[in-house]
Nanobody, 119 residues
Framework: QGQLMESGGGLVQAGGSLRLSCTGS????????MSWYRQCPGKQRELVAD???????NYSDSVKGRFAASRDKAANMFYLHMNKVQPEDSAVYYC?????????????WGQGTQVTVSS
């Protein structure tokens, strides 16, 4: 069904912007939901934002109002638009997609992309 691949990470100054991209070998429309997670060293992976099949979005309190998740169906891309970034946003960001079948729920993950915010 698919592999996911993130891109767009890098070094950005506090207050700046960055856009992360995620694409897959399958159509993004085939997934029930797509999400962005992030993980800092020594901490658990946390949900940052997600988009459900109907297009509704959900954000963690720490990024609400600064980050936005979107999909480009024609390009088969899933994005995380990061604005007004802060040093605490530094993490490895992962793209996740969920596919639900009658028998089970399948999670797909990308390899992660590093975001570093300098103060």
């Amino acid at each position: 069904q698919g592999q996911l691949m993130e891109s767009g990470g890098g070094l950005v100054q506090a207050g700046g912007s960055l856009r992360l991209s995620c694409t897959g070998s399958a159509s993004i429309l085939s997934f029930d939901s797509m999400s962005w997670y992030r993980q800092c060293p020594g901490k658990q992976r946390e949900l940052v934002a997600d988009i459900r099949g109907g297009g509704s979005t959900n954000y963690s309190d720490s990024v609400k109002g600064r980050f936005a998740a979107s999909r480009d169906k024609a390009a088969n891309m899933f994005y995380l638009h990061m604005n007004k970034v802060q040093p605490e946003d530094s993490a490895v960001y992962y793209c996740n997609a969920v596919l639900k079948t009658l028998e089970r729920t399948i999670d797909f993950w990308g390899q992660g992309t590093q975001v570093t915010v300098s103060s």
